[in-house]
């Protein structure tokens, strides 16, 4: 699983991490992803409001997204479809304790990691969702 994640060192040159940004309200589950994306050779932003994210954006687009579906502010679901429209091919992981339809209708967008997730289930859904995105890369 370690060679897998040494695609990420490929994403960007090699003075830079990719970047990731967590959309997360809950503090304890945003500091646990974003100690794995470190892990993984990220470099994290986490931000616990649509509007944050918004605000991020603003100044540099990600090359992952980790989002939570339940915000106080609103649904990080509905956000980050709008996002992709904006900026298509911008990989997305949804870590959400949400009911099982609402978790359904977001897979199309990305892989979806129920709460309580697994470690190696978060590691899964964030090398699946780069790797969806560079298919999309490549064919288009």
């Known amino acids: 699983m370690r060679s897998r994640w040494a695609t990420l060192s490929r994403m960007t ?73 904006a900026w298509p091919g911008i990989p997305a992981v949804f870590v959400s304790a949400a009911n099982r339809e609402r978790l359904a209708a977001l897979e199309p967008v990305g892989p ?9 289930a978060f590691r899964e859904a964030v090398i699946l969702a780069l790797d969806g995105a560079r298919e999309l890369r490549t064919a288009s």
Do not use: N, Q, W
Request: net charge negative; proline share 6%; glycine share 6%.
């Open 13 to 85: 040159d090699a003075t830079a991490a990719p970047r990731a940004y967590v959309l997360e309200d809950d503090p304890d589950i945003a500091a646990l992803e974003a100690d794995l994306l470190r892990e993984m050779g990220f470099s994290v932003v986490t931000c616990t409001r649509i509007v944050e994210l918004g605000d991020l954006m603003d100044l540099a687009l990600p090359h992952l997204l980790v989002v939570d579906v339940m915000l106080p502010d609103g649904d990080g679901g509905d956000i980050t479809e709008l996002l992709r429209t």
């Open 112 to 120: 979806v990691v129920a709460k309580p997730f697994d470690l190696d």
